[in-house]
């Protein structure tokens, strides 16, 4: 199942590599990944598709010192694709 | 100040009175600060040895570990205890000197990118970018190590950063708020508990962690429920506790697994549900509905759902739930399984008996006493049949299963307790892994006593190769190896060897006796297996025994 997500990170490149780590190592396939530079962060968009739960992973990268922000995003049909 | 000087003024500014590591080029200027400094560094002979030793140290007082490696190999050969400390949740702070922050990038001499390399296997990882950040970085990583889920982190330091002078600001660690626990979550858990008639507690390694044993202690107590524990929790459960099965899982007790699986409410506090313990997921504690008592979130509802979780430092979780009294006939009927499936030492044979001789260890060693594993049979020998009172004194790798943790760990171990007796139980197979650690006893005339099981065999997997790859005994036979006392006595530790069983109850008085470093090295039956198995897929009540 796809789902988006908004993630706010420090501004550091050490801080994306261990996020994207984190959803790959837990299974977590990325579809599609924006990120842009704000006031010492990064706002990360991103889509993935897994068959388990997205629990699985909001609840990893809400533990990672760097992650200020987890927040899932109701899929747009369109997006969807 | 240096930034050298400043990283072993903060280690001593925060309690840390010893250290573990190797030195080489890129961490000079911090081998440099520790000469005639009041921390105490120990050196070992491998920078995987100083992992496990700031491993053993922290595990054996809940106090941080602490170890320095040089950039590039020496950084690479820490990867393993770290994660290892990872796997077990444990404080370790590693410090890795790292080339010059100009020369990062260009390959150079002994370059590893170790930042990169440590994402997978520490809690967090920091290199520092300027000399400016150092004292805060420091602190921090410090912090982090100890707080919440504790963790290996790690601080790659470039060399000019050691070099640089440096500010130091004090940084005043926020005063996290503990999660706060959801009141109708304990409600839920009261409401199942009310309406248990067959529950079970099943304790892991995060009541060490919080420090909770006497907390649980007191729910047992007050409760009288069944209790079941993991490898690391071992201990945390006293053993004279009347309603204690013992571990469960692939090498758990008949009653424990079988306990578990005919329970109706499984009270899950600080584990985890790793595969070892549930065996067949779907199949396990498959009539129970879940309470999950644990400080990280994400644990709960990642292998097994709850039905009611209460998050937060199980010190404070752990007392809501105390109002509750078990069924008396499921007392009788656990207890009733307990002592059929109870252990037996009368052993018919005339060769050396491990649990026998563990069992007699376990009896003679004092109730302060450590035990350091290494990986296999004995480990699971030694979870099986030795007992402990706190789980500081029971060390095993846990989640990797990391042969060659049991020396070094045993190394910590001693130097944070010197007064206590810390003793290494090895196999053939996993001694020869960090081996060069007995100079590191040689060097500091350790009392660390060493338990060789010798079956000339990698036993655990020669075990499963005869069970499940039809006897294919394919680089499992050790029949070359050395002669252990012989090596021993080149480091100066005395010691001896055994074959038979009449040999065991002397030779035991001998190792505790002994007030210096000593070796037993005790010859077993090479087709000796551990016993219950539950096989690869089944679930936990569908354990081979010996004689099925």
Not at chain 2, 491 to 516: C, K, N, R, Y
Request: with cysteine.
């Amino acid at each position: 199942m796809k789902h988006q997500l908004n993630i706010a990170v420090k501004q550091q490149s050490v801080a994306i590599e261990r996020f994207l780590r984190v959803v790959r190592h837990r299974g977590f396939q990325l579809l599609d990944l924006a990120l842009e530079g704000q006031d010492e962060l990064f706002q990360v968009k991103m889509t993935v598709d897994s068959d388990k739960p997205i629990y699985l992973l909001t609840s990893q990268l809400s533990k990672l010192v760097e992650v200020k922000q987890v927040e899932l995003q109701p899929m747009q049909q369109q997006a969807i694709g | 100040m240096t930034g050298a000087e400043l990283l072993i003024d903060l280690l001593a500014k925060h309690g840390v009175k010893e250290v573990f590591g190797y030195p080489g080029g890129a961490i000079m200027p911090i081998y440099d600060a520790l000469y005639g400094a009041p921390v105490k560094h120990y050196l070992t002979r491998h920078e995987q040895g100083a992992g496990f030793a700031a491993v053993g140290y922290a595990r054996s007082t809940g106090k941080l570990g602490v170890c320095f490696a040089t950039s590039g190999p020496g950084a690479t050969n820490l990867i393993t205890s770290l994660a290892d400390a990872m796997m077990d949740s444990v404080p370790v702070l590693a410090i890795t000197g790292q080339v010059p922050t100009a020369a990062i990038g260009s390959d150079a001499f002994q370059e590893v990118d170790v930042l990169g390399m440590s994402l997978s296997c520490t809690k967090h990882s920091y290199m520092v970018e300027r000399a400016e950040d150092l004292a805060e970085v420091l602190q921090e990583a410090m912090h982090l190590a100890l707080s919440g889920r504790p963790g290996p982190v790690l601080v790659d330091i470039p060399k000019d950063i050691q070099l640089a002078q440096v500010p130091f600001h004090p940084w005043l660690a926020l005063e996290e708020e503990a999660p706060q626990l959801d009141m109708n979550e304990v409600v839920k858990a009261e409401q199942l508990l009310a309406q248990a008639k067959k529950p079970v507690a099943y304790v892991g390694g995060g009541v060490h962690n919080a420090n909770a044993q006497a907390e649980l202690m007191q729910f047992l107590n007050k409760t009288q429920m069944p209790a079941v524990s993991t490898l690391k929790a071992l201990g945390s459960v006293l053993p004279d506790y009347e309603y204690d099965l013992g571990m469960l899982g692939m090498h758990g007790g008949q009653a424990a697994n079988l306990a578990v699986q005919e329970c109706d409410v499984l009270v899950c506090i600080g584990a985890r549900f790793d595969d070892r313990v549930t065996g067949n997921l779907a199949k396990f504690a498959s009539k129970a509905k879940v309470i999950h008592l644990d400080i990280d979130p994400a644990e709960v509802g990642k292998r097994k759902p709850a039905a009611a979780s209460m998050i937060g430092d199980l010190k404070a979780t752990i007392p809501h739930l105390a109002c509750f009294v078990t069924d008396a006939q499921w007392l009788a009927h656990t207890s009733s399984m307990k002592k059929e499936h109870a252990w037996r030492y009368d052993y018919p044979g005339e060769k050396v008996f491990a649990p026998y001789l563990l069992n007699e260890l376990s009896k003679r060693m004092p109730n302060t006493g450590v035990v350091c594993c290494d990986v296999g049979q004995h480990q699971m020998w030694v979870a099986q049949h030795m007992k402990f009172t706190s789980p500081h004194n029971h060390l095993s790798s846990g989640g990797a299963g990391t042969m060659g943790f049991g020396l070094p760990a045993a190394i910590g171990a001693q130097i944070a307790r010197p007064d206590d007796m810390v003793i290494t139980v090895s196999g053939d197979g996993s001694i020869m892994m960090n081996i060069q650690e007995l100079a590191t006893i040689r060097r500091n005339n350790l009392p660390v006593k060493i338990l060789i099981l010798d079956n000339q065999r990698l036993g655990m997997v020669r075990q499963w190769q005869q069970l499940f790859f039809e006897g294919r005994y394919s680089e499992t036979n050790l029949s070359d190896n050395p002669d252990f006392v012989q090596l021993a006595a080149v480091f100066g530790i005395p010691g001896q060897t055994i074959t038979h069983a009449s040999e065991v109850d002397a030779a035991v008085d001998a190792l505790v006796a002994s007030e210096g470093p000593y070796i037993l090295h005790a010859c077993i039956d090479d087709k000796e297996n551990v016993w219950p198995l539950v096989p690869p897929g089944a679930a936990n009540d569908e354990m081979m025994t010996e004689n099925a």
